[in-house]
């Protein structure tokens, strides 16, 4: 089944493929971000920085940049939004997505890197950079710190991608949800995620608090969203993701063991450029 980061209380969530557990600043199903108030401006940045990348990411791979026909944009800036995210900064990430960075003109890409970390866990890290070198840099010298190596690992995964919704205030059980979604061709799996993954959500007017997940095949992602939400649907995240394949899942139960993970994960977290971490631990 799907594997997120997931994010803190306190913000809207960024979510991201992963069974890791990512450090934000701070998806277990998703990253964390810690949204102090007493954090100071770095931290705020960074903060930024991170739904910017979301923003940029979703450009890419939406194929536009106008949130008009690019739901997965749509989404990420109403996430921003809600995080009081500028619209400077917005702007300048939907630039950055389209391939021109807002610093020197510079063509950004996207990347991904392959390696072993700590406990012989297999990482996939996604990056948009406009300096390759500087990336896979900071991305090596991460896993050497770690005593981790840049290997090898996408055999361990499969790419998928993977909406969250709310559904119509009518369909207000799995059962209707699930003849909803069945007139949609390409849904590979519907999940209703339990209340401490971001399962129940009482803030949205005409529409069922409870939480669901749908899986597809990457290429069918928007045309899977945009079918959703003509039915009424509210679409919390859309995205594409790397999920660990279940004979290729690890369970980590050594604490030094955990630790070392989470310092790692952390230490990947830091590097600006990196837009998503993705291992295959198992939870």
């Known amino acids: 089944m799907m594997r997120f980061l997931r994010l803190n ?5 960024i979510r991201g493929f992963s069974s890791c557990r990512r450090v934000l600043s701070g998806h277990n ?3 964390t971000i810690k949204h102090d108030k007493a954090k100071n401006d770095a931290e705020r940045n960074k903060l930024f920085n991170k739904f910017a990348n979301q923003i940029a990411l979703a450009v890419k791979m939406g194929g536009s ?3 008009a026909i690019n739901i997965r944009l749509a989404t990420a800036i109403e996430m921003a939004n809600k995080n009081n995210v500028t619209k400077k900064v917005v702007e300048n990430a939907i630039k950055k997505g389209s391939g021109v960075s ?5 063509r950004t890409e996207s990347c991904v890197y392959e390696g072993m970390g700590p406990g012989g866990i297999a990482f996939v890290v996604e ?4 300096n390759k070198n500087r990336t896979i840099g900071l991305v090596r010298a991460a896993f050497g710190k770690a005593n981790g190596s840049m290997t090898p690992t996408l055999f361990f995964f499969d790419r998928k991608g993977y909406v969250v919704v709310q559904p119509p205030k009518e369909l207000d059980n799995y059962e209707k949800v699930f003849e909803a979604v069945l007139e949609l061709e390409g849904v590979d ?3 209703q995620l339990p209340d401490e ?3 129940k959500d009482e803030t949205t007017p005409g529409c069922d608090p409870q939480v669901y997940e749908l899986s597809t095949e990457p290429s069918q992602t928007n045309q899977i969203a945009t079918g959703l939400k003509g039915q ?3 679409i919390k995240e859309v995205g594409i993701g790397f999920v660990p394949k279940s004979e290729m899942e690890v369970e980590i139960s050594d604490p030094e063991t955990r630790a070392k993970l989470d310092k790692f994960i952390m230490q990947l977290d830091e590097i600006d450029d990196v837009t998503e971490i993705h291992c295959n631990v198992k939870q």
């Open 9 to 13: 209380a306190g913000v809207t969530p």
């Open 102 to 106: 807002d610093k020197d003109g510079s």
């Open 65 to 67: 940049p106008d949130p």
């Open 189 to 191: 799996d519907l999940e």
């Open 232 to 234: 009424g649907f509210r």
């Open 29 to 31: 199903k998703w990253s």
């Open 197 to 199: 993954e971001g399962g």
């Open 127 to 130: 990056a948009l950079t406009d």
